[in-house]
């Protein structure tokens, strides 16, 4: 057990550091910081296109239309995953909606940008997300604007350690910081995996420090390669509320908003907590959505 004071001293501590951490993340410093760092590698660092491997472009023009068409005309993909969650109002699987299919050079995009580094790339994929709140938004509500969560699903601590940033939660803040999300949305990350500190809850913080319970503790490994119900057997679970939003989202809108739909499990996940907190989930946007076996983007007029 840690003792009281020491208990205190570390939570007024993490509070203040997460503090600090938020304000610089959602500053318009971090994000041109970003940009200059990836212009500085790219001198230093010989660089190639992610889909055609063209020399000393991240994404060259023509594979960069490529990713435009891709997107240019998103989609509902909730049909296509077996997990997501029944919509509380409609009775009907959650609706999601996808910027573009998962496959050609968005694949290839959106995996550079997720797993190899390539922030550089995020604004052409920051775009076709952009275009896609939209649309769920007007989905949503019509011509109403109530206030609407933007609700990032939150990485695995092991993969945000591996590549020091969260490419969801990046894109979305990088829309707000540059006023291009839909009127009367903000971004708000309520949702954080198990066994990442929620910094200012006493509980979270002994369950951190001392492991007393085990599903603080919880390491989720990477969906790549499980099936359904493997997937769903790995983030079941694993997610909580963040501690200042407990309590705070109560008849709340929310969109989710992940990168790669594939069984709609980790929505599922995200889903779960938010409604254990009352909020009400409207639906949810990713970057791009796995077709089931058999379907391809020729066939699906794409």
């Not at 995996?193 to 809850?201: E, K, S, W």
Request: hydrophobic residues 40%; glycine residues 8%.
């Amino acid at each position: 057990m840690v003792p009281r004071h020491d208990s205190k001293a570390l939570r007024m501590g993490a509070t203040r550091w997460e503090s600090w951490l938020d304000h610089v993340w959602r500053s318009r410093i971090w994000s041109v910081g970003a940009e200059w760092s990836a212009d500085f590698l790219s001198l230093i660092y010989p660089t190639s296109c992610v889909v055609c491997e063209a020399w000393d472009v991240s994404l060259c023009q023509p594979c960069g239309e490529q990713v435009c068409r891709a997107t240019i005309q998103p989609r509902h993909a909730e049909d296509w995953a077996e997990s997501l969650p029944v919509h509380s109002l409609r009775g009907s699987p959650l609706p999601v909606l996808a910027a573009g299919i998962y496959a050609g050079a968005l694949a290839r995009t959106v995996l550079a940008y997720k797993n190899h580094g390539h922030t550089d790339v995020g604004r052409v994929l920051a775009t076709a997300l952009a275009r896609s709140l939209h649309i769920a938004r007007h989905q949503a509500f019509g011509q109403d604007h109530p206030e609407l969560l933007i609700v990032p699903v939150p990485t695995r601590a092991g993969s945000l350690r591996r590549r020091g940033y969260d490419p969801v939660r990046m894109l979305v803040t990088g829309l707000q910081s540059r006023g291009e999300l839909p009127d009367g949305c903000s971004v708000s990350p309520a949702v954080v995996q198990l066994g990442v500190l929620t910094a200012g809850n006493p509980e979270e913080l002994r369950r951190a420090l001392t492991g007393v319970r085990a599903a603080a503790r919880r390491r989720t490994r990477s969906q790549k390669g499980l099936g359904s119900r493997g997937r769903r057997a790995n983030v079941a679970g694993s997610m909580t509320v963040a501690d200042r939003f407990a309590g705070r989202l109560e008849g709340r809108h929310c969109l989710v908003v992940d990168d790669v739909l594939t069984t709609g499990s980790t929505i599922a996940e995200v889903d779960r907590v938010l409604r254990s907190e009352r909020a009400v989930v409207v639906g949810a946007v990713v970057l791009a959505a796995t077709p089931p076996p058999g379907l391809t983007p020729c066939s699906l007029g794409k």
